[in-house]
């Protein structure tokens, strides 16, 4: 049963959806971030994948045809995008992978006793979960046993955008995801979510982090739209490679997302 946050997390999304697909690929920020979270996935080769969170289904229906031997589970609370990820994977003619209506805590009623060999989350659905450590745990539970947890996250601190904003004079978004609740992304619709920085997401989870990167340190975020307007390409091309080479050190944790893969050894 879906609890009133899920319900309101659910209603935020159905809504979204109706305009996600065209923003996302107006965005070549956005799709160059989910290449490189599919490039990392598909170092793999799991079977049997659990996806958490998939909006209208891209990367459900990518790895059903890249891997047209493992099954592609999935859930996510919105109704609509539910409906829609559903309709790519009929007319993709898919067998190989099923969508459900819930939340983590729906994973194993949704699909009885099944277990994963990938468990990944692109794109924000763990920043919006009841309770973290919680939902880690539980995708920990389903995790097979060598099974990869590839997971990312709007991150706590970015440190590029803290500065963006102060410059602006925007104290209030600035320091934004440092409050308890963080309002989401757009500043007219509010959606209640939390960021997590690197030491919150580590210890939620009992397994060892083998790897971790952050997305957009230099790089401009996603949302900077009038700033990669006016870089010119070369500059843009420069940052996302510097970004790229120090994503995995100190400075990686101070960007705009990230993604952190944990194993389950035994
Ligand atoms: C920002 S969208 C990203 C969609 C997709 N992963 C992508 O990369 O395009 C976040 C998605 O996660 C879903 N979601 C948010 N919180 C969730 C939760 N607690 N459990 C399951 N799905 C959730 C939303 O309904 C939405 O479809």
Known sequence: MKTNYYHSVGTYYDKDAIDFEHRYWENDTLQRIRQSFREHIRKYNFTKALEIGFGPGFDMVHFAQTFPNAQINGVDVSAEMVRIANEKIIQSNLQNAIVKEGSVEDIESQFPGERYDM???????????????????????????????????????????????S?????????????????GYS???????????????????TLSCEYQRGYSIFFPAWYYRG???????????????????????????????????FQKKH
């Open 119 to 165: 468990i990944y989350v692109f794109f924000g659905a763990l920043n919006t979960v009841n309770d973290l450590n919680a939902s880690i745990k539980e995708l920990e539970r389903l995790l097979l046993p060598g099974g990869n947890l590839v997971l990312t996250f709007v991150n706590k601190w970015y440190v590029g955008g803290i500065i963006i904003e």
């Open 167 to 183: 410059l602006k004079g925007k104290f209030g978004r600035a320091f934004s995801r440092l409050k308890k609740i963080w309002g």
């Open 187 to 205: 500043p007219t619709n509010f959606l209640a979510s939390k960021c997590y920085s690197t030491s919150e997401v580590k210890s939620s989870s």
């Open 227 to 261: 700033i990669h307007k006016r870089l010119p390409s070369k500059i843009r091309l420069f940052l996302w490679h510097l970004d790229s080479k120090i994503s995995r050190t100190k400075l990686g944790t101070l960007g705009e997302y990230m993604l952190y893969d």
